[in-house]
Structures are given as C-alpha cells and as structure tokens.
C-alpha cells in the first residue's frame, strides 16, 4: 500500500488532535480511561507535546485520505535521554487501513528516515500492541530488536539503526 509521511507542524497539529481522540479510545478499553464532562478524552496536552523541541510526528496519508500518525518523542524508561536516542511513543491507524501492512511499513519507514538508538513501549495489557510490535521485529527486520521488562508486565524493545 502506497502512502506518505507528512510531518506534524503548526497547520496540521489539528489532525492530530482529532485522530489522538480515536486513538484513546482504541487503547481506553486497556488502560479503563474515561472521557471528561465534554466527552473529550484527556491523556496529555498534544499542544505541550508539539512545543517540545525533541518531539516530532507525521500524519500519514493512502492517496489524499488521512490514515493515521506516528508520535516519537524522546521520554525513556530503558535507554538514557542522550542526543542520538528517539521513541516511538505513538502510533495509529485509522480501521478502515488496519491489516493491510501500513501500520508496519510507516514505522519501518519512519526508522529509516531517523538513524538511532530506538525505544518503543507496546501499549500495557494490549495483546493487539504486544502482537503487532512482535510482526514488526520478526525474522525479516534488518537490525536485532531487544525485549526488556521494565515493570511488572510491562515491556519495551530496543534496537539500534545507527
């Protein structure tokens, strides 16, 4: 499936605000999040995230219909907080693309355009996450993927492209 990563900037920061809230919502049946009084789900301010100079993202599109987005940030549980260090903090599909590859491709993807150490941490108690995260670093990955408990039932993967 063909697509294209369009970095988060100031005009399209809204997007992101809009998929977030479907995104919560996939991942609240895990984490047992509820909506505030205005029906809006309030993981983080994605506005203070975007601030963050080490804090960048893509929204990605199939032809001219948005798909999703990819959020790396630089917030480690396993590797220091050092200049050559990222996390892929966040990523989504919109239902209508899921089980067509694009999920996986646009992290490949996005691990190709930023040569580092990276540090990613499936959603907790999401068998789904857990599963897809397994597909991504299965035997065709081109670098060696490490799995860590960094708390009780909950684990990250580590690997380098540097």
Same mark, same amino acid.
């Given at each position: 499936?063909?697509?294209n990563?369009?970095?988060?900037? !100031?005009n ?6 809009? $998929? @977030?809230? $479907?995104?919560?919502?996939?991942i ?5 999040? !509820?909506?505030?009084? %205005?029906? =809006? ?12 100079k080490?804090n ?19 917030? =480690?549980?396993? $590797?220091?907080?050092?200049?050559? +260090?990222? +996390?892929?903090?966040e990523?989504?599909?919109?239902n209508? @693309?899921?089980? *067509?590859?694009?999920?996986? +491709? ?5 691990f %190709? ?18 599963l ?8 065709? =990955? ?8 960094? *708390?009780a ?10």
């Open positions: 499936m063909e697509f990563l369009i970095k988060i900037n !100031n399209n920061l809204y997007v992101l605000k809009n $998929l @977030f809230q $479907l995104y919560i919502h996939d609240s049946k895990e984490l047992s999040w !509820n909506v505030n009084n %205005d029906g =809006f789900f309030e993981a983080y301010s994605l506005d203070d995230w975007y601030k963050d080490n960048f993202g893509y929204i990605i599109y199939v032809e001219n219909n948005i798909a999703g987005f990819v959020m790396i940030d630089k917030e =480690f549980k396993i $590797l220091e907080n050092k200049t050559e +260090n990222l +996390n892929l903090s990523i989504f599909v919109l209508n @693309f899921k089980g *067509k590859g694009l999920a996986k +491709n646009a992290a490949l993807k996005v %190709d355009l930023h040569k580092a150490n990276w540090e990613i941490r499936p959603v907790p108690m999401s068998n789904s996450a857990h897809f995260w397994e597909k991504v670093f299965s035997k065709d =990955f081109p670098y060696i993927a490490k799995k860590h408990e960094w *708390k039932n909950r684990f990250a993967y580590t690997f380098s492209n540097l």
